[in-house]
């Protein structure tokens, strides 16, 4: 915890002629290697690595709702690019509660389309999604105000809209449709948007969700640490850690330390101190905890995070501020990704408060878990393009 700090310290140092010896000559590759790991979230991004798969198949499928399928021969183009290392056919069969190959006699050759099951599963998302369009609408409002210009790209926003359950057609049903809220205004970067909260939106009032867990615990019968709660996250940290005193001195005094809110206007001193750069790292952490408590499943990967990182005025490196706090955040590098959690909001790998978008997309993840039980595979005898080119062969045997 701290090594930011630490950092900026030795730079500053640096720069007035002081000689100081590094402590640490730990890489960036090495931080992240030496976390330790919590089983639950590692099992929980093993069936969302397929997940993630299955859903950027699924979007090409949907892509065309006069005829949602596309032609195998297409998916095995895309194949590394959707990282499907044994092809996209072979990919397929793994699923079949969830795609159904089929031959087209009139275009020679087979398809894929969506089972009933996953369709049901994507009517059921996009209705949740149509119905929550207000609390959207409350989402961008508060990432917005999370900004010291109220502005944030448009592009960014594309990085995370599924991650905070927008529409497909969010600048239309969302943006558009609220010009009382939102106005997109040009930047100086060429073909670069950005979303701004129109003059006169309030973007003070709003209580972050870890304020809302400090008035609950400070309404418990039992509560005699109030005054220690006032600046307090909350903390759980992966089983087998070992937690030493020196560490729990140094958490036990981080909590305590007072910091601007995510939603409050920060004046930045232009000569900064220990205790301004320990304000400002924990300033990080309420800002990136909120935002991820605004997220439909409370995760996000850290690349589409670190892309508000310079608008919400952050100064250190996102993914090393989630490693210095294990307790409130858990990172998996699972699936050639960096993924983070925000660790309060599971419980056995599940939201403790569920919501009607992920209630949908779990359906979706257990079908994925699933793979081939409970039924047989009706596309057993199919094979990888890459292993065979006769598609008239494949016909007969799908008949």
């Known amino acids: 915890m701290g090594i930011h700090i630490m950092k900026v310290l030795i730079k500053q140092k640096h720069s007035f002629g002081f000689s100081i010896s590094i402590r640490s000559k730990t890489t960036s590759a090495q931080y992240v290697a030496s976390r330790v790991r919590d089983p639950t979230f590692e099992k929980l991004m093993d069936k969302y690595k397929s997940l993630f798969k299955v859903i950027a198949i699924q979007d090409l499928i949907l892509a065309n709702p006069r005829n949602p399928s596309v032609s195998i021969d297409f998916l095995s183009r895309l194949s590394q690019k959707l990282h499907l290392n044994r092809g996209a056919t072979s990919f397929l069969r793994k699923f079949p509660h969830i795609f159904q190959i089929y031959y087209d006699p009139s275009k020679l050759q087979p398809f894929c389309r969506l089972t009933d099951a996953a369709l049901d599963v994507s009517k059921q998302e996009e209705m949740a999604i149509n119905s929550s369009l207000p609390m959207v609408v409350d989402r961008l409002v508060r990432i917005l105000s999370m900004s010291a210009s109220k502005t944030v790209p448009l592009r960014a926003i594309f990085k995370v809209w599924r991650e905070l359950g927008l529409p497909d057609n969010f600048e239309d049903s969302v943006i558009s449709a609220n010009p009382s809220v939102f106005k997109l205004c ?47 996250f909350k903390h759980g940290y992966p089983p087998g850690m070992k937690l030493g ?35 400002m790292e924990k300033r990080a952490v309420s800002i990136v905890h909120e935002f991820l408590s605004l997220t439909v499943e409370k995760m996000v990967e850290v690349e589409k995070i670190s892309q508000f990182r310079k608008w919400f005025g952050i ?38 408060e569920p919501n009607p978008v992920y209630v949908a997309r779990r359906r979706l993840l257990d079908l994925v878990a ?24 494949i016909g007969e045997e799908e008949k």
């Open 315 to 352: 100064d250190f490196n996102i993914r090393d501020l989630f490693l210095d706090h294990p307790g409130i955040f858990y990172l998996s590098t699972k699936g050639k990704r960096h993924t983070v959690f925000l660790r309060e909001a599971y419980e056995r790998g599940c939201l403790i």
């Open 370 to 393: 699933m793979g081939r039980r409970g039924r047989s595979s009706i596309n057993s005898n199919l094979q990888d393009e890459s292993s065979s080119n006769d598609n008239d062969d």
């Open 186 to 232: 040009d930047a100086h970067e060429p073909n670069t948007h950005l979303l701004k909260l129109v003059e006169g939106v309030p973007r003070n009032g709003f209580r972050a969700a870890i304020e809302d867990w400090r008035v609950v615990e400070c309404c418990k019968e039992d509560c005699n640490v109030r005054t220690e709660l006032q600046f307090s």
């Open 245 to 279: 005193k020196n560490f729990k001195a140094k958490v036990k005094e981080w909590q305590t330390l007072p910091y601007v809110g995510p939603y409050e206007v920060v004046v930045v001193e232009k000569k900064k101190s220990k205790a301004a750069l320990m304000a």
